[in-house]
């Protein structure tokens, strides 16, 4: 390599360098806020979108861009106030709770983890896709699980409760009596 080579080269490194330094520290200036964009669309449009464009991050990241089940939405973005010095959540009826870590809510809930949760007052409040801790007839103590279907019967309404982390649902039918809270938020 030739010494007008090993120059240039040695440019091209600084250069990258200080390009790097100023973009990390216009990023540290910014303002503490942030902010999440959602695309929004249906399903159908979004899979014809991807099997014609062969949209590149369905593509790399293997997305189905299929629904998934999710928790309802309890807490409204104007009933939380983010202060210089606290959070404030106005929710009624808000109780902590702590897991044991069996691994059968992981990735959502593990060790260390701690949750808000809520009473819920009828089985209105009990939604497919909430996180919530119910009494067990097969097991000792009080399990969390998510509600992955919901029906009524000749006893009336129960739901179907799934660890997210387990193959196979959990046993039997889970009756309103036995719900004792439902997770509003998961606090790492």
């Known amino acids: 390599m030739s010494i007008k080579s090993i120059f240039f080269l040695a440019i091209g490194m600084i250069l990258g360098i200080l390009i790097s330094i100023v973009a990390f520290s216009a990023q540290s200036n910014s303002p503490s806020v942030s902010s999440t964009t959602y695309i929004v669309a249906n399903a159908n449009t979004v899979r014809e979108e991807a099997s014609e464009n062969e949209h590149f991050v369905t593509k790399i990241l293997g997305m189905t861009n299929e629904e998934q089940v999710s928790p309802y939405n309890w807490i409204g ?12 959540i106005d929710l009624e009826n808000a109780v902590w709770s702590k897991f044991t870590d069996t691994n059968s809510m992981d990735p959502v809930i593990d060790k260390g983890a701690n949750a808000i ?19 067990s007839k097969y097991s000792d103590g009080i399990i969390i699980h998510r509600v992955i ?23 039997g039918k889970v009756r309103f009596d036995q719900i004792k809270r439902i997770t509003v938020a998961i606090i790492y």
């Open 77 to 88: 973005e104007h009933e939380i106030s983010v202060l210089k010095d606290k959070i404030v």
């Open 117 to 135: 949760q809520i009473i819920p007052k009828d089985i209105s409040d009990i939604h497919v896709g909430d996180i919530v801790s119910y009494d």
């Open 149 to 171: 279907e919901i029906g009524y019967d000749t006893e009336g309404w129960y739901c179907i409760m799934k660890g997210d982390n387990n193959k196979k649902q959990d046993p």
